[in-house]
């Protein structure tokens, strides 16, 4: 998977509780982005990091938010978890390139969360 | 922004060609098409991109027609992990940042069979 780790593989947690995805990547690719993979919906995009502390929000990023502090983490942050946030989550890495057509975007093996 | 439209399911015969077709009749001058797929339970992987010439790599052929309104993505000999749903998807471009975002639609699940 291109040097990603997603952390944990897979989680169970209650509504109402905080809970943190990470994405690690040994790349040094700049930009990192967390989609979530529903039934129906496809992959959507929910934020996505261009730099170190530099982010920006995607297509449904009501309920999240996300840090990076440094090239290689990028994290997803549930701050109160609700049942449907119940998802796949991917994370995702590209480089960069000049040249819109050069930022091929590699996968991970994705988050499975369950919020009951 | 340039949608795409695909056939939602196709078969195939093991070791035949598989032809996965897309249209994206509003794509505009300096968007990409690319390809990618995701085999069950797996991230979404990179299969190959083009702009308006034919491309090819060790996965795959894409066939991008002079108006580039469809292109064909072309598995030259499908096996049975060839079995996934692929994704036709027409680049578009994020002001604050010389990235593109990726808008993933429903794709179409190809099935290869013995």
């Known amino acids: 998977d291109a040097g990603i780790t997603q952390s944990p593989r897979h989680k169970v947690t209650e509504t109402g509780t905080p809970v943190t995805l990470r994405c690690h990547q040994t790349?040094?690719?700049?930009?990192m982005y967390w989609y979530r993979q529903d039934p129906g919906h496809g992959l959507r995009l929910i934020h996505y990091s261009y730099g170190v502390k530099d982010t920006d929000k995607g297509e449904v990023s009501d309920g999240y938010s996300v840090s990076r502090s440094k090239t290689e983490d990028f994290l997803l942050t549930l701050e109160s978890a609700t049942s449907s946030q119940t998802s796949v989550y991917f994370c995702?890495?590209?480089?960069?390139?000049?040249?819109?057509?050069?930022?091929?975007?590699?996968f991970g093996a994705g988050t499975r969360l369950s919020v009951l | 922004d340039a949608k795409t439209t695909q056939p939602p399911s196709m078969d195939c015969a093991e070791g035949r060609a598989a032809n996965l077709p897309c249209n994206h009749s509003?794509?505009?001058?300096?968007?990409?098409v690319y390809w990618y797929r995701q085999i069950h339970s797996q991230g979404p992987q990179y299969i190959i991109h083009g702009l308006k010439n034919n491309e090819t790599n060790e996965m795959a052929s894409l066939i991008i027609t002079e108006d580039r309104k469809s292109s064909t993505l072309i598995l030259p000999h499908a096996t049975l992990r060839d079995t996934a749903v692929y994704y036709c998807?027409?680049?578009?471009?994020?002001?604050?940042?010389?990235?593109?975002?990726?808008?993933f639609g429903q794709g179409t699940t190809l099935q290869v069979k013995p």
């Open positions: 998807i027409v680049r578009v471009s994020l002001l604050s940042s010389n990235t593109g975002k990726l808008i």
């Open positions: 509003t794509i505009s001058g300096n968007e990409y």
């Open positions: 790349e040094n690719h700049r930009y």
């Open positions: 995702a890495i590209s480089e960069d390139r000049r040249g819109l057509a050069k930022n091929i975007q590699y």
